[in-house]
């Protein structure tokens, strides 16, 4: 058989995998796979203008498509700029397969040039990593690594190709199959575990189910709508399990947890059986763990058998698929609705409904109701942040909308590079980025990508001219002494001990025409939907529209911090 050179075969491998795009940045150890993408035209390479941004446009690219995202990177600090990429997506189980360039075999472990040992670096965060140190190996390594990103609890593989490695001939077969020892993702549904949760579900006085994100990755949304419908049993999400049902569904309740609603928070505090399904129970949405759900029987299914009574200690554990798990259920469940507790709920709902105080000045709501109503089909991809809590609460999503975003690891610069991939891999639809004017400038070079890829994006930064999140900590638990939130300060406010400051800055509206995308300034509510409307006109670029929010907007409800889901903060 003809020998090929690794690079070859790398490239080979990527469309027996049928990956439509990697996104690459290039350096000394990886120039030559770049030589062989150019000589092809089956995988299209996006140059984003920073590998962090680069992983992130992979993740969110993954996300909203169920394909695995491709990364590929220099070594050294190319290398290490995937760090905080590859955390995000691993908290978030997302399947991505990152390839990173390596020196020469010889020369590692001698501080060579660019040498970084990536692999040790982010074992922790990754589902598997290792360097190619055998030629024979790559094809069957690169066919493994894709079998692991996208199976069991999808998640972050990287692969470090040494440039030697990569420059020696070999076989130019890709294997066909995969055979792991010790890796063998459960793919049944243990019957006797489920039909028993199914018989406790049935006896609750109190029933709840606790949708995860385990929902969303499985694609699971529409078997779960028909079991809840069947069961007539009330939902709540986790932050990253929302539109695990349409938000406007009638047994929807609302989000739990730290910004949960107070119906929702309530429900779990009060229910006699919590039915959850592929989430990690983080501090998040339990707060006191030893109080969380204290009078439930608590049944969890999920894919990832660690994930299992590590936070939270469950009576019936199943290790199943989300969408395996909620098939078979459909089978065997019947109406366990109860008027009393539905009603109970409903005086929840009455007692402290999900709303911002009144506000003359525009307020993040007003924006978010206009997306509401604007877009019937979106994705919505959003930073960290106040912004990112408000969308949680008050964006519609129903089955031709989709909301990405970093849960886990919480990672501010996600959202613009996030809606770079998510638009790339849906052309056909509207993607909108909602983000902070803190988040937004973490990777804000990658208005250069955008433009030159023809995204026309909808970048919706709330200017409150802080961190808000932070300043919201600040000013209910530190005497609002505003340490390093304050995104004007600086020398002159030093110099003057805070009594003066210089204009915002960066000028957003004209930092996103010097890039050739479209700015938009809104100050007032009666503008919102007039500059909604005005960007989607433009089909070829990016358009910017800058919010002027009041920083003293806050997100509440909140729990308050070491407190149990019902010691929430309503407003002050």
């Known amino acids: 058989m003809k020998q090929i050179s690794g690079n070859k075969l790398l490239v080979k491998a990527l469309k027996e995998e049928d990956v439509e795009y990697v996104f690459g940045y290039p350096g000394a150890c990886t120039i030559d796979i770049s030589d062989e993408l150019y000589k092809q035209d089956d995988v299209t390479v996006i140059l984003p203008r920073h590998e962090q941004a680069l992983v992130h446009a992979a993740d969110a690219y993954a996300r909203t498509t169920g394909k695995v995202g491709v990364c590929l990177v220099t070594s050294g600090p190319g290398a290490t700029n995937l760090v905080t990429g590859l955390a995000t997506a691993n908290y978030d189980s997302v399947p991505l397969v990152c390839f990173t360039g390596q020196v020469a075999r010889h020369l590692i472990g001698n501080d060579a040039f660019q040498e970084v040992d990536i692999v040790g670096i982010t074992r922790s965060i990754t589902k ?42 070999g076989s130019a077969e890709y294997p066909k199959s995969v055979n792991i020892r010790g890796y063998k993702p459960n793919t049944s549904v243990h019957i006797g575990q489920l039909k028993r949760a199914i018989k406790t579900l049935s006896k609750a006085k109190k029933p709840l189910f606790l949708a995860g994100g385990g ?9 779960f709508q028909e079991v809840v419908e069947k069961t007539g049993v009330p939902v709540v999400t986790t932050i990253m399990g929302r539109g695990a049902i349409p938000t406007n569904h009638p047994l929807f309740i609302g989000n739990l947890g730290m ?47 660690a994930s299992i009574s590590r936070n939270i200690q469950v009576d019936i554990p199943i290790v199943a698929d989300a969408k395996d798990a909620l098939a078979k259920m459909s089978e065997y469940v019947s109406d366990y609705a109860s008027k009393k507790w539905n009603s109970e709920i409903n005086s929840w709902k009455q007692e402290h409904p999900l709303v911002m105080r009144p506000n003359d000045r525009l307020s993040p709501v007003d924006i978010i109701n206009q997306i509401n109503c604007q877009f019937e089909e979106a994705i919505i991809v959003t930073d960290v942040g106040q912004h990112q809590m408000l969308v949680s609460q ?18 501010m610069g996600y959202g613009f590079p996030g809606g770079v991939g998510a638009k790339i891999g849906n052309p056909d639809k509207p993607v909108i980025v909602i983000s902070g004017d803190g988040g937004m400038q973490m990777n804000i070079q990658e208005f250069a990508t955008a433009v030159l890829e023809e995204l026309p994006l909808i970048l919706c ?11 919201q900590w600040q000013k209910l638990f530190y005497g609002k002494r505003y340490s390093m939130t304050n995104l004007r300060s600086g020398a002159l406010s030093r110099r003057t001990n805070g009594e003066e400051y210089p204009k915002y800055t960066p000028d957003f509206v004209k ?9 938009i300034r809104v100050f007032n509510k009666n503008e919102v939907a007039a500059a909604f409307e005005e960007a989607k006109k433009n089909t070829k670029v990016p358009t910017l529209i800058e ?26």
């Open 215 to 223: 929902i969303n990755i499985s694609h699971a949304n529409k078997i």
């Open 259 to 305: 910004h949960g609603a107070y119906a929702a928070n309530m429900a779990v505090s009060n229910c006699d059986v919590l039915f959850s399904i592929g989430t990690r129970f983080n501090d998040r949405i339990t707060g006191k763990l030893h109080e969380f759900a204290p009078n439930a029987q608590i049944i969890h299914i999920d894919i990832d058998t």
């Open 128 to 169: 598997y990593g290792v360097t190619v140190r055998n030629r024979e190996d790559l094809g069957r390594i690169i066919k493994e690594a894709f079998y692991i990103a996208r199976t069991g609890r999808p998640g972050p593989v990287l692969i470090d190709l040494p440039k030697d490695v990569m420059a020696e001939l």
């Open 547 to 572: 919010f002027i929010i009041d920083p003293e907007e806050m997100v509440y409800p909140m729990v308050k911090p070491g407190g149990t889901l019902e010691d929430l903060i309503m407003d002050c």
């Open 511 to 519: 930092l996103a025409e010097s890039y050739g995308a479209k700015g």
């Open 461 to 471: 930064v709330f200017n409150n001219e802080y961190l808000g999140m932070v300043r």
């Open 394 to 411: 008050y964006a519609e999503i129903t089955p031709g909308k989709q909301l990405v975003m970093s849960g886990g690891l919480g990672t």
